[in-house]
């Protein structure tokens, strides 16, 4: 329609819709360099690597919880990394109807070779800010998220806490 311009729609300088679009970014640029570097692997992928790396031996449940991703749709996501060899399910000596979750020796070593992959990203996601821009960025995100964790349908939850 001539003479309309997009930004009178409002959405130009809504928090939601900008943060939309930089998960929209940011999920590419991880993609694009993970693949550069000879990896497929998925954002959420690699936090599940991760999280595995830092709480090795949680069930599913409690991995969900601490990279605030759906209950339900995680199964998906550990069932393609134990496709790849990447992680591995044991039976708890504490639970028998319980499965923990393991990095294989694979798994750690990709989540290893990774990091500075994704490390590397972020600074490409935030590359329009200088540092100090950056790190007030990364404060006020963190500070947002967790005012309004429990409105979420994924609530982050870390172990003992």
């Known amino acids: 329609m001539a003479g309309d311009d ?12 900008l943060i939309r679009r930089l998960h929209q970014v940011s999920v ?3 993609l694009e360099e993970a693949s550069k570097a000879g990896f497929d692997l998925t954002p959420v ?7 595995l790396q830092t709480c090795p031996g949680i069930d ?4 969900a919880g601490v990279i605030a991703y759906d209950r339900v749709t995680i199964g998906g996501v550990i ?14 000596a504490r639970d028998r109807r319980a499965r923990e979750l393991h990095l294989s020796p694979q798994g750690l070593k990709v989540q290893e070779s990774l990091t500075p992959v994704v490390r590397n990203a972020q600074a490409m996601i935030l590359a329009g800010l200088d540092e100090k821009e950056r790190e007030t960025f990364v404060e006020l995100l963190h500070k947002a998220t967790e005012a309004v964790n429990e409105q979420s349908r994924a609530p982050q939850r870390l172990p003992g806490k």
């Open 45 to 51: 992928q690699y936090a599940v690597l991760s999280a």
């Open 6 to 17: 997009l930004s009178t729609l409002g959405i130009s300088r809504m928090p939601g819709h």
């Open 79 to 92: 069932d393609r990394l134990v496709q790849k060899g990447l992680i591995r399910r044991e039976v708890s």
């Open 28 to 30: 590419s640029i991880v």
């Open 60 to 63: 599913q449940a409690t991995l």
